[in-house]
């Protein structure tokens, strides 16, 4: 379901726990508003990264692609995002606030967010949908876009 009012996007796929599947992007949102162009995705394909010249990340990695034309007196894109991960037993897997996407240097025409978060589901994790919330801020244009994506791991 995609709500434009609330920002709501929801896409689940499912990942072997074994980790045999290969397949890059699995899930992806993407925004556009104003100037502001952001892509939001799942993939579990190390190699994604050494397409980018990233460092290889586990398994999962939640991605932010952006471009923007938000730029400070310097001309200096600042986008930031906070992201939090829930299992399926609804504890959370991970917390992580104001993360930097792109700040205090010039913003190209799109671009891969510079810090990652790895998502390695390790065998005492429990099987189910796990739940990711990200919020991207475009913080020279004051612009906060919200995003939800679902995986499920199974057996």
Same mark, same amino acid.
């Given at each position: 379901?995609?709500? @434009?009012? =609330?920002?709501?996007?929801?896409?689940? =796929?499912?990942?072997?726990?074994?980790?045999?599947?290969?397949?890059?992007? +699995?899930?992806?949102?993407? !925004? /556009?508003?104003?100037?502001?162009?952001?892509? #939001?995705?799942?993939?579990?394909?190390?190699?994604?990264?050494?397409?980018?010249? +990233?460092?290889?990340? *586990?398994?999962?990695? *939640?991605? @932010?692609? #952006?471009?923007?034309?938000? +730029?400070?007196?310097?001309?200096?894109?600042?986008?930031?995002?906070?992201? +939090?991960?829930? %299992?399926?037993?609804?504890? $959370? !897997?991970?917390? =992580?606030? &104001?993360?930097? @996407?792109?700040?205090?240097? &010039?913003?190209?025409?799109?671009?891969?967010?510079? /810090?990652?978060?790895?998502?390695? @589901?390790? /065998?005492?994790?429990?099987?189910?949908?796990?739940?990711?919330?990200?919020? $991207?801020?475009?913080?020279?244009?004051?612009? %906060?876009?919200?995003? $939800?994506?679902?995986? &499920?791991?199974?057996?």
């Amino acid at each position: 379901m995609r709500s @434009i009012l =609330f920002l709501f996007i929801h896409f689940a =796929f499912v990942i072997n726990a074994s980790g045999s599947d290969k397949d890059s992007l +699995k899930a992806i949102v993407d !925004y /556009q508003n104003d100037g502001l162009q952001i892509i #939001f995705a799942l993939i579990n394909d190390k190699g994604f990264f050494d397409e980018w010249r +990233k460092p290889v990340m *586990p398994h999962i990695i *939640p991605i @932010i692609i #952006f471009g923007t034309d938000g +730029k400070d007196m310097n001309g200096n894109a600042n986008l930031t995002y906070d992201i +939090k991960i829930i %299992k399926p037993d609804s504890t $959370v !897997y991970a917390e =992580f606030k &104001q993360l930097e @996407i792109w700040k205090d240097v &010039q913003e190209p025409v799109l671009h891969l967010l510079k /810090q990652p978060v790895g998502i390695h @589901i390790e /065998q005492n994790d429990p099987f189910g949908i796990y739940t990711i919330y990200a919020t $991207v801020y475009e913080n020279n244009k004051k612009q %906060k876009v919200n995003f $939800v994506l679902r995986f &499920q791991v199974i057996k």
